[in-house]
């Protein structure tokens, strides 16, 4: 499945603006000769967008369906499935024809958009489901995704590129992925496996702007984001590196102290290995760090 993610109500009338050309907007990676494809973001509440208008869908549920299409795209989506993530462990006696309602609408969203070959429909009724129609980089979780990979496999060799790529592929993050979108028990997973994409990225951003020399830059980034992830044992190597090279020693050899109380009372863990190798070599003032 695509990411390696899982594959009613009077819809309002959408609310449509410009994209505009900051880090919030849809954006423009899909002009194909003229016609422009559509884009679905859903790294924060879901947009979609043609490159030029981003529309906001009003009901949940239709979110929720536009959603798990968008995220296997181009794979039929069984009826079952939109049904289960829609209205779970309550579902409608007439499912299937609310399920179908709900795609009508949709549909009409969609046709306010430049998208597509005219007459041809982006949602198609395969078998047993829907299949949605979007190119790869239509969809911003696989833009991100491509982006902290590239960047990720950078570091050592190339860290300014790296951290070209990872800022890149950070600012397309408005909030929590599928904010509005992760009710039903599908999409809140792939949420909450994209947000942990997303520290993952912001570690390797911080580490490749300790490659390129930014020690004292991200020093106080790291104290914050440690208080919020206490549990992330790299935000803390990472923090003990930048302070053991601005100098500041003892505040590094404490992070680990901190960090390895806070993982044995919370957690009834120890420190890992790379954690603990990190304090021993700042211990000895490794030249190598």
Not at 1 to 14: D, E, F, I, K
Not at 45 to 70: E, F, Q, S
Not at 127 to 137: C, I, R, S, T, V
């Amino acid at each position: 499945m695509s990411l390696g993610l899982v594959r009613g109500t009077v819809l309002p009338q959408p609310a449509t603006t410009p994209t505009g050309h900051g880090s919030h907007a849809i954006s423009r990676d899909c002009l194909l000769g003229g016609t422009r494809a559509m884009e679905i973001s859903v790294l924060g509440p879901l947009l979609v967008g043609d490159g030029l208008t981003t529309v906001r869908i009003g009901a949940k549920k239709i979110r929720v369906m536009l959603a798990m299409l968008a995220m296997n795209a181009g794979q039929v989506v069984p009826f079952d499935e939109l049904i289960d993530e829609m209205w779970g462990e309550a579902p409608l006696k007439n499912a299937r024809n609310a399920l179908q309602a709900n795609v009508t609408r949709m549909r009409k969203v969609l046709g306010t958009l430049d998208v597509g070959v005219a007459d041809q429909p982006v949602i198609h009724t395969v078998e047993n489901g829907y299949m949605l129609e979007l190119p790869h980089n239509g969809l911003d979780a696989n833009r991100f995704m491509r982006d902290s990979e590239q960047g990720a496999g950078l570091i050592e060799a190339r860290p300014q590129e790296a951290v070209a790529l990872l800022r890149r592929s950070l600012e397309l993050w408005r909030g929590p992925a599928l904010l509005d979108a992760s009710d039903g028990p599908r999409c809140r997973a792939a949420g909450l496996r994209l947000d942990e994409q997303r520290k993952t990225a912001r570690e390797d951003l911080i580490a490749a702007q300790l490659r390129v020399g930014d020690a004292g830059i991200v020093v106080p980034e790291l104290q914050q984001l440690l208080a919020q992830y206490p549990e992330r044992e790299r935000f803390s190597e990472l923090l003990m590196l930048a302070l053991y090279r601005c100098g500041r020693q003892t505040e590094a050899i404490n992070i680990f102290h901190r960090t390895r109380k806070w993982l044995d009372q919370e957690l009834g863990l120890k420190p890992g290995r790379g954690l603990h190798h990190l304090y021993q070599a700042i211990l000895t003032q490794d030249p190598t760090l």
